[in-house]
């Protein structure tokens, strides 16, 4: 049986990208693949939530920039008003949170707390199927949106 997660996702934008800086701060992760991941404890009742903005499909990151410095390049570019490496939608699709290490929360509660946290509310949430997504994105090398899959799972929102 498959696994199915409460999930918030917000399309990728200047806003979330200067929220998540403000808010959250650095990363506690960078992939190679342009991921970049926050853990916090501030899902419902306490509950560890994985803040990670995905990449876009096909994702290349810009030359010069490492996956460690390219958010906090973009960043430093919006808030200076400097050209930024590439274009924010041309590196990410947008934000998702979900609950880590199999801790149960439901949707509209998960909402509220990542509204909370984030200052800006979700484009969507409801529950998803991470394995299918993951298998889906390896299968295609990358070339498909996880932010369009996850949209797709709660209902073309």
Excluded: K
């Excluded at 096909?58 to 958010?71: A, K, M, Q, S, T």
């Excluded at 949707?107 to 409801?126: S, V, W």
């Amino acid at each position: 049986m498959t696994e199915r997660v409460a999930s918030c996702v917000w399309r990728v934008s200047p806003e979330v990208l200067l929220a998540l800086d403000e808010r959250f701060g650095d990363p506690v992760d960078a992939y190679v693949n342009g991921s970049q991941v926050w853990l916090r404890d501030d899902g419902p009742a306490g509950a560890a939530l994985e803040w990670r903005l995905h990449p876009v499909a096909g994702f290349r990151r810009p030359p010069g920039v490492g996956p460690y410095d390219l958010l906090e390049t973009v960043v430093y570019a919006l808030r200076a008003g400097e050209p930024l490496p590439a274009p924010i939608e041309s590196l990410w699709d947008g934000l998702e949170a979900f609950p880590c290490y199999g801790d149960e929360v439901e949707p509209a509660p998960l909402a509220a707390a990542c509204t909370a946290a984030l200052g800006i509310p979700p484009l969507a949430f409801g529950v998803a199927d991470h394995d299918g997504i993951g298998d889906a994105w390896e299968r295609s090398g990358g070339r498909t949106s996880v932010l369009d899959a996850l949209l797709e799972q709660f209902g073309g929102s």
